[in-house]
């Protein structure tokens, strides 16, 4: 073979000077690149689409020389992305050329090329025990490199003699490199480890301070696995550290000190001060920081005592200096090893007068990634008296430098989270003034969540879900701050660009919504002035909150008008539509209990109001009827849900809802319809208007009109509160009782009106309330509130009080031992009727599929039509079906008391077991809860009540016992790093067990060696013909059967 | 100690070298180094040269028009890290005679020839300047070698 290639190339050779070019040499193939890429992308794929093609060609040639071209070529352009695994057979054969040239360019491609070739390089295997045992060492050496990188299992087996030999060769560059080399051969045979560990660490006594510095290395990297097999080696280990002054080497043994401390505590008193001494006396910046690594991350400080105290005070003024220096890099990684001691050591932030400056520095230096690492300990830094101020350095650190540059995502969340966590410590005992907290999270959301601008979507939801946990520990929590927190949560509800940008939050906003809508009254601030007001201006309080209440329910239900309205662009209630079509079902399941509850409280301030015992005027009990026909027409949007859950609850709801409806209006609807018209005809005119008005003018008025959705989210916030007050004196103006009420009367367009210009011409000419007054003239008869609404509803929510609960509380709570949770609560309803239909139909579903294709197109639609009209049949049978309703019925009630729970729970709060199991104490429990201040602290400015977490006390271990829990998804998550080079196979692995049995293997190896050869041999073939269709036929076969020949050769000298 | 992978970026974000110490495919690596690519270039030139990415430490130096970026893990040295990138650099310096952008394009395999003499599936296998570039040397030779003998026949 080799003597024709030779021919074949000197051929070649001679012809090139006259002028056949067979290959574009590589500087061509750059130079070409770099022409191409000045002009277009496109070109330039062009261009390398066909140096590749050309690559090919040249590949199929017989002359090795061109092989070796078109392979460093394919090397050349790996770097450009392209996927190369078609030509590792070529690779392998110019690795096994004769030449060391060619070889060289051979181990070159196939160490860039070849992932994890399990098939290919048993081809090769004779020839890399050839290339290892070659008499020229630079040989040996390259085979070892490459051996190194592309190692398999199967190649490990069977080379490990030879790189072991290796190990006592003369060189010491071969006997490093084996050293090294073998280490791969290990992660890959890890049997070989238990016979050849002992010459390992028997050449830790070479001469060569490169050999030792090699080994040292191997046995480093084990020790991160498996350090236990090192420990006695230690004295070793001990002396090439005091012996050398190389600092490379001395790192690597630190860092295998690191590892064995963990396991051999006992090391530490011989070692440690040998450390410390180097540490003071080294000039690298590099051992010193290594020193202080060993000692911290090899865990030798443990103890609180002074003499660890005292290293570790030594380590945090070595670390000083890196900070002095004004380098980046030293300036991170002394961060990272102050961050390491003060885990430890806490208390030293503060001890050490020049720690928390630089800290601080850090929180605030330019480069987001040290700024992450300083908040790691950020919360060390904070106490009650210097929380306003670092919050507001955080806080700042969310604003972008300038409008070029935007805050990395990931500095985002860690601030987010690092806020939150520091706040809440300790039961919020930080904290010196709520509001002020509330003023911060609302700061720290316009910055995040409201302002936009993430990479990614994943950042986004971790933030929102912070935030949303954190509202709700609040207002579970802190009982006097559920009312300015419900103010801002109502303006995150009516934004729409909250429930487009973070969809996630909402879920916690409507459940406080929806949980403390009571909260929503008047004015939030100076609430203790409002003690002593009398009775009159409560009512008109009343009345306020009552006004928020309905306009929040409109907004989050009123798509309904839109769509009547044919508003389109320009929809009124933009959130109510979204709302809707939202795509996160853990939202909506919480939202639909929240819409009740805002109803149900909007029926609490019509009674307040209005009520006289338990009876209401006619005409506001039609107005509870219409807004109760439109939360069931809304929540009828979900009735089909795809999401169980949400299905689950709207249903259920709607059939105790429809029941409150028909004991309303006892089946009348006309007054529904009329209400109807006349709140779209209000919004007609309200529409026209605001035209109007736009046309005249665009005045200072523009931004307060609602369609103008741009305009509204910016002054969103003024709005509010500048809509509140005018409306508030004017209440309070007129003082007679009839004409507050006539101005309350029509209740559905007061909302709206609170955010127009409250002028006393426009409700007259708003036909709504005209008409209204005059119902009211006409019937001012009073009925009582049904029972369903005034007494059965209230009693889902209000039974007993919210209580936070810690979060290993659950576990106390014994399982009872009657509870078995795979028997059914009760026997599934026969329903055979649907059963058959249920499986005729799955059948015809069955048929359908396996004979799709002899089905002609009408058959398989009439088939599909027809399953189709099965289905609603059986909907309606369903739905007449005794069975079916009982069950859902039964068992919606169950679920109402229920789902409460449930919604608690996702938030992290369970309601406590004591009351839970304890229906009787109700309204002791609910008297004592104001009472009982479990913990009610001191603070500079504010005395709070923070609710402290409920237990049920059994006993410690409960962390652990949740960690225990929590750890088997912590676990998963880990594995996913792709960049771990798997040394799993190390692990505890057992250097006495012994040997397994090899031999089966081998055999199998031998019988597959055939067919993968053919294989490879097939799929060369079939690769070099696709690219060699335009060649003439004669050089196809005859190449072909070069292949063929050589492969015959190949095979014999495997075989051998 | 092993570092994971390294290459070379041109500040223009093109590839100049690239070398992997790990079986991925070249989807994943092509991600990797497209995600890095980004990462590494908004960087401000005061900045720390450490970045965390994924579970790993990218440790990157700029000389010239060149980045020099390696992956290793996340408990190793980064300041060993930077030495032996810095190792790299004088050691091309050595071989090309002050090294620049286009001798490394153009004679890419020299590059790498060296960086296989410096490190050994991502260990560094040889601290002293010196024998790296004997071997490299050597190595040479050999080649040369071979080619004196193809004129010979």
Known sequence: MSSFQLLNAEVLSRLKPFGILFEKSLTDLIRGMRTYSKESPEQ?????????????????????????????????????????????????????????????????????????EQDLLILATNQFKKDLNSHNHVEVGLALSGIATIVTPNLAKDIYDDVVMKLNHSKPYIRKKAILALYKVFLQYPDSLRMSLQRIIDKLDDNETSVVNAAINVVCEISKKNPKIFVAYLPKFFLILEDTKNNWLIIRILKLFQSLSKVETRMRRKILPAIVDMMMSTKASSLIYECINCIVSGGMLTGESSKDKDIARKCIEK?????????????????????????????FIRSIPEVSPIVLDCLTDRDSIIQSKALEIAQYLINEDNINEVFKVLLIQLIPLDDRLIVPDKLKVDIITKIIDTASQDNYSNIPNFKWYIAVLQNALKLTVLSGNYASRSAAITIAK???????????????????????????AEDPNVIDGAPLLLKDVYWILGEYVNELGGVDDDDDEQDDQDEEEENNINIIALGKKIKLFNTLINKEIDTKLD?????????????????????????IQSLVKIYLSIVRDYMLIYGKGNKLPTTQLNELQYFLFKLIGFLGNWENHRNYEVQERVISWLEFLRLCLEAMNEGDDSILQKLEQEEIEYYKTLRIGDKKKANEGEDEEEGEEEEDDEEQEEDDEQEVDSSVDPDYEQFSSSSDEDSIEETIKPQIPVEDLLELEEEEKELEKNPFSSQINDIVEDSNMEKPLPVL?????????????????????????????ALDLDVPINDLPVVDLALDEVSSAYNLFDSNREDSDSLSEEETAAATENSEIMRKERMQRLKEDPYYIDTTASKSRVNKSKSKLVEAATSALVTSPKTSTSPGLDEQTLDLTNKKPKKSKKIKKEKVLVLTEETVDNGGGDEDRINERLSPMEKKKKKKNIFLIDSSTLENFDLNAPESNEEKSGVEYEVNLEEIRQRLEKQALEKAEKTKVKKSKTKTTKSDGDKQKKAKKKKASIIE | MAIHFLFLLSRQGKIRLNK???????????????????????????????????????????????????????????????EIIHRFVELMDKMYGNVCELDIIFGFEKAYHVLDELLLDGVVQESLKKEVLKKVAQQDELENMDEFENIMV
Request: glycine fraction near 4%.
């Open chain 1, 789 to 817: 609404l005034g007494l059965v509803l209230p009693s889902f929510f209000n039974l007993y009080t919210l209580k936070p609960v810690a979060r290993n509380a659950q576990l106390h709570i014994k399982v009872p031992e």
């Open chain 2, 20 to 82: 992997w110490y790990q079986t991925i495919s070249q989807k994943e690596k092509t991600k990797v180094m497209r995600e890095l690519t980004t990462l590494i270039l908004l960087r401000r030139p005061k900045m720390c040269n450490v970045l965390e990415y994924k579970d790993i430490k990218v440790v990157y130096r700029r000389y010239a028009s060149l980045f020099f970026i390696v992956g290793c893990d996340s408990d190793d040295n980064e300041l060993l890290s930077l």
């Open chain 1, 319 to 347: 670390i000083i200096n890196f900070f002095q220096n004004g380098d980046n890099n030293l300036k991170f990684v002394g961060l990272l090893a102050l961050i390491n001691i003060l885990k430890l050591y806490p208390q």
């Open chain 1, 44 to 116: 330039l794929m062009v261009f390398l689409e066909n140096a590749i093609v050309e690559c090919k060609n040249e590949l199929a040639t017989t002359d090795l020389e061109t092989k070796a071209m078109a392979v460093l070529k394919l090397a050349y352009l790996e770097m450009y992305g392209f996927d190369m695994s078609w030509c590792n057979f070529q690779v392998l054969e110019v690795m096994l050329s004769s030449k060391f040239q060619q070889k060289r360019i051979g181990y070159l491609g196939a160490i860039q090329l070849f992932r994890n």
């Open chain 1, 567 to 591: 508003n389109g662009v320009n929809a009124q209630f933009p959130i109510s539509a979204k709302l809707a079509a939202l795509p996160n079902h853990g939202v909506i399941c919480v939202v």
């Open chain 1, 466 to 492: 912070a935030f949303g946990k954190e509202f709700t520990s609040l207002a579970t929590k802190v009982p006097s701050i559920r009312r300015p927190l419900a103010t801002l949560l109502l303006e995150l």
